[in-house]
């Protein structure tokens, strides 16, 4: 018999107020302890979704709703107002900590949001060290807060821990760290970094967005944050932008002031979009395989292939850094960049226009293929002269390896390489 939803949605103020997220059905009070101590797989598929206790809804239900009714004076469900905290993000948020094995996390509109929340933990004035290939949003997004709010920032090549330690100033809180790094796919040490920052109090950020907690746990290394662009393969299926913060698990106190940012500058992702990365968390451990399966032929494909110069792609033995990718990472991921040896804008142009089943286009980490040439493209704000001091040449492909067929994406590469 059902019982009808009004009577269940309006609690008298007798009743107990049972806060989200509380096992509710059969079967699920022996589960939310032993997700945490579970395999990636079973981590993907149940992250953040315990039961809805209104219904027991399986699937988070998205709660599109601006404002939460009080239940008494003083008297709130735990949810008063969405830009602050909303179930649906709630799930998400505690997914995506466990997911990285930190303490909380804040989910946002976006990945720049996400880095936005995290450079506003500093204090005016504070030095910043960042790594000179960065993401090129997050290179725009530095450069403005040195323009307008005082941060102080060096730009390094951070692979080499003597420029890193040189770099140092009295004032430096964070060094943020990106690795593997786009377009280049460069590594950090994670761990050498970390006892770098720890050694002068500062916080070691590190953006996880390349590959995903499936493959990068960098708490493990001792990173202070992990953000994300889960537009990328968090969401993995190109229709949403979101970003993600989380603090380790020792840093409570940063998971607090994370909160508090994310609802004080307005930066918190909406309920829907929250939604749908859930959803794509669920299978992220499948894609993650599927995509890095694909990469690893490709990157084998193109190494061969006498039209190219060079392949980046840390699981190739060729890389440089590929015995640090062993020990660091737990895969290679599905992103590779290469250079074409006629780097003509004329030859650059005609393998991009012949190519099926590579879209042209930004982004990452989607279901589809796509290509992009970072010079024109996702680095074009840079100036030549940085571009090229960061070895970002206009010959350079960058591929999101999708997860279509490895024979269908090998074929398209090898007829749109024999244009040249
Ligand atoms: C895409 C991306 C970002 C920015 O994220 P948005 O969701 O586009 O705002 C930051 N870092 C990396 C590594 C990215 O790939």
């Not at 090229?388 to 398209?412: T, Y």
Request: proline share 5%; hydrophobic share 40%; glycine share 8%.
């Amino acid at each position: 018999m059902h019982k009808s939803p009004s009577r269940r949605t309006r609690p008298t103020s007798s009743m107990t107020v049972v806060p989200p997220g509380t096992p509710s059905a059969m079967g699920w009070a022996h589960r939310d302890g032993g997700l945490v101590a579970a395999g990636s797989g079973t981590q993907c598929v149940h992250a953040g979704t315990l039961p809805d206790p209104a219904y027991g809804s399986v699937t988070p239900p998205i709660y599109q709703t601006s404002t939460f009714a009080y239940m008494d004076v003083l008297t709130s469900a735990g949810f008063e107002y969405t830009r602050t905290s909303n179930p649906t993000r709630a799930c998400l948020e505690d997914g995506i900590a466990l997911l990285e094995g930190g303490c909380a996390a804040v989910c946002t509109s976006s990945g720049m949001s996400a880095a936005l929340v995290v450079l506003n933990l500093l204090e005016a004035g504070s030095h910043v060290l960042c790594p000179i290939d960065c993401y090129g949003g997050t290179f725009r997004t530095l450069e403005h807060a040195r323009r307008t709010c005082g941060l102080e920032v060096t730009y390094l090549e951070m692979a080499d821990l003597e420029a890193v330690r040189a770099a140092l100033r009295p004032n430096t809180r964070m060094i943020w760290a990106e690795t593997p790094s786009n377009p280049l796919l460069r590594l950090l040490d994670l761990k050498a970094l970390s006892g770098i920052a720890k050694s002068i109090d500062a916080l070691l950020v590190v953006d996880n967005s390349f590959l995903s907690p499936v493959f990068q746990r960098p708490f493990a290394w001792g990173a202070d944050l992990v953000m994300h662009s889960t537009s990328k393969y968090l969401n993995g299926h190109s229709d949403v932008i979101g970003g993600a913060v989380v603090a380790a698990r020792e840093r409570e106190d940063l998971a607090q002031r994370l909160a508090t940012l994310n609802k004080t500058l307005g930066t918190s992702q909406s309920p829907h979009d929250c939604f749908l990365v859930l959803r794509g968390l669920k299978t992220l451990h499948l894609r993650m395989k599927a995509h890095e399966a694909n990469a690893i032929a490709l990157a084998k494909f193109l190494a061969g292939h006498p039209a190219v110069a060079v392949v980046n792609y840390p699981g190739l033995s060729s890389h440089p850094q590929h015995t640090l990718a062993r020990r660091q990472q737990l895969g290679f991921g599905g992103m590779l960049s290469f250079e074409l040896k006629n780097s003509s804008s004329v030859a650059v142009s005609r393998f991009l226009r012949a190519l099926r089943w590579f879209t042209m286009g930004e982004s990452l980490g989607g279901v589809e293929s796509l290509v992009a040439q970072p010079a024109t493209m996702s680095h074009a704000s840079m100036t030549p002269e940085i571009r090229a001091h960061a070895g970002i040449r206009d010959g350079l492909i960058r591929l999101s390896v999708g997860l279509e067929d490895q024979a269908d994406l090998i074929e398209d590469l090898q007829q749109a390489l024999e244009q040249e």
